[in-house]
């Protein structure tokens, strides 16, 4: 009879129990989140409140990496990237939405907006709503308006007080034909220039003018390039939270869920974050020895602007665009 001490003797192995292997770890999903701005910028705030977000809310189960500074490529590139699925997510200012989806370069007229209440309530009403709809149709899931903030003018030999000033000057703005139009009507020589080669051609004298928000006049230091500062608040730049359809339709319910709600937190703190570098920023430039114009002759911008109207009014239908200034009157 053969028994187990005979078995062990002929150094036969009894089976052994084992336990049954445990279902594989769920794979972390990884989601890159191209932006043009520093890490320090309203932008790069709002990031990493988006990355931190996503992290919470998923339980680790979704992980976005930032890329600043344009590493992933232009703010046309991170578009294009996303509508055919080479890139997940985007985190972009208003200055390349326009030469992608022509409606959005409605935002972009020249004071269209009378403050920040007025902005922030067409942003986040229907107006804006349906402009973050629009983006389905390209193949990109727009998750929440935030901030890039006012835009003002920088110019490095002579300051801007009216109109009159801008006449000559060679200004770079960015791809939208709205902004292009405009600053042609003032009389400038008006050229689109991707945002990552702007500080290189400032340098060289290549244009005496550029426009930006005051933290990316910061962040970028073209206070080392630019002597005078007018605070035009000519434009209004809103930022927005983007995610490519089939990345996010890859998630599932409760992750797609996160995204948006991280999204919405995202595009909250680039918006506290932009307004607080408008109160700093001023006297941070005036540190770092810009020359800062307060006062200037804001109706001559608007009446020098006024050839420019007919062709707003044929891109985008005059009705919307009053329903835009109209917004919070009365």
């Given amino acids: 009879m053969i028994t187990k001490r005979s078995l062990i003797a002929t150094g036969l192995a009894l089976p052994v129990s084992r336990p049954r292997p445990s279902a594989a770890a769920p794979q972390e999903t990884v989601l890159r989140l191209g932006y043009l701005a520093s890490r320090d910028s309203q932008i790069g705030r709002g990031s990493a409140e988006l990355v931190e977000q996503v992290r919470r809310l998923t339980g680790g189960r979704v992980r976005i990496e930032g ?3 344009s590493q992933l490529g232009g703010e046309a590139d991170i578009l294009r990237d996303l509508e055919q699925g080479t890139l997940e997510m985007g985190f972009l200012t208003s200055a390349a939405l326009s030469s992608f989806l022509p409606a959005m370069g409605i935002f972009d007229i020249p004071f269209l ?5 007025h902005a922030r309530a067409v942003m986040d009403g ?11 149709a390209r193949g990109i899931v727009a998750l929440a308006w935030g901030e890039n903030g006012f835009r003002h003018v920088t110019t490095a030999a002579r300051p801007v007080r009216g109109a009159a000033d801008l006449r000559g000057l060679r200004i770079r703005v960015p791809q939208s034909e709205v902004m292009l139009a405009a600053f042609k009507a003032l ?4 050229r689109p220039l991707a945002f990552n080669e702007l500080y290189a051609m400032l340098a060289t004298g290549e244009f005496d003018a ?5 933290s990316l006049i910061i962040a970028s230091r073209f206070y080392a390039v630019q002597k005078h500062l007018t605070l035009t608040a000519h434009v209004y730049s809103p ?18 869920a996160a995204i948006r709600q991280a999204g919405i937190a995202a595009a909250a703190v680039s918006r506290a974050q932009s307004e607080l570098a408008d109160k700093a920023g001023v006297e941070a430039l005036q ?3 810009m020359q800062v ?4 002759d804001r109706a001559s911008f608007v009446a020098a602007l006024a050839p420019a109207e007919p062709v707003f009014a044929r891109l985008f239908g005059r009705e919307r665009i009053e329903a835009i200034r109209n917004t919070g009157k009365g």
């Fill in 67 to 69: 890329y600043p500074n």
């Fill in 113 to 117: 907006f009378r403050d920040l209440t």
């Fill in 126 to 136: 229907p107006i804006g709503r349906e402009a973050l709809a629009a983006f389905e």
């Fill in 187 to 190: 009389g400038a020589e008006a």
């Fill in 210 to 214: 550029q426009e930006n928000p005051i």
């Fill in 239 to 256: 930022a927005i939270v983007l995610i490519g359809k089939a990345s996010f339709a890859a998630l599932g319910d409760a992750d797609q």
């Fill in 287 to 289: 540190s770092r020895g």
């Fill in 293 to 296: 114009t307060r006062d200037y």
